[in-house]
């Protein structure tokens, strides 16, 4: 917003967006959906994938406190999934879904 010179208030009618959003999203309060984040990236004039970057870093941030290196955004499936068959594929996701769903029954 800075570099733009615009205020909290011509960016959030840009997008329309209430003033109070856009002060929760510069304070990391909250994070903006897709869409938003375009529009954001397309107001200030900034590379959109640049922006999904730094918006997935600071969610990442907020959430865990740190940022992952590139080797721990992998998960250790994603190395043979495109070995699997798609009834292989099928029939996993089948069983991580009836996991959860058990798991969640017994939480609760």
């Not at 009834?87 to 996993?92: A, I, N």
Request: glycine share 2%.
């Amino acid at each position: 917003m800075e570099a733009k010179k615009l205020a909290p208030k011509e960016l959030a009618a840009s997008v329309g967006k209430s003033c109070e959003h856009i002060r929760k999203l510069s304070s990391s309060e909250t994070f903006p959906s897709r869409a938003l984040q375009n529009a954001l990236a397309d107001v200030l004039e900034i590379d959109r994938a640049e922006f999904e970057k730094q918006v997935n870093a600071d969610r990442w941030r907020e959430k865990y406190g740190k940022i992952p290196t590139t080797a721990q955004t992998h998960h250790p499936i994603s190395a043979v999934w495109e070995d699997l068959t798609k009834d292989q594929r099928t029939v996993l996701l089948c069983m991580a879904r009836c996991m959860v769903k058990q798991a969640k029954r017994k939480a609760a």
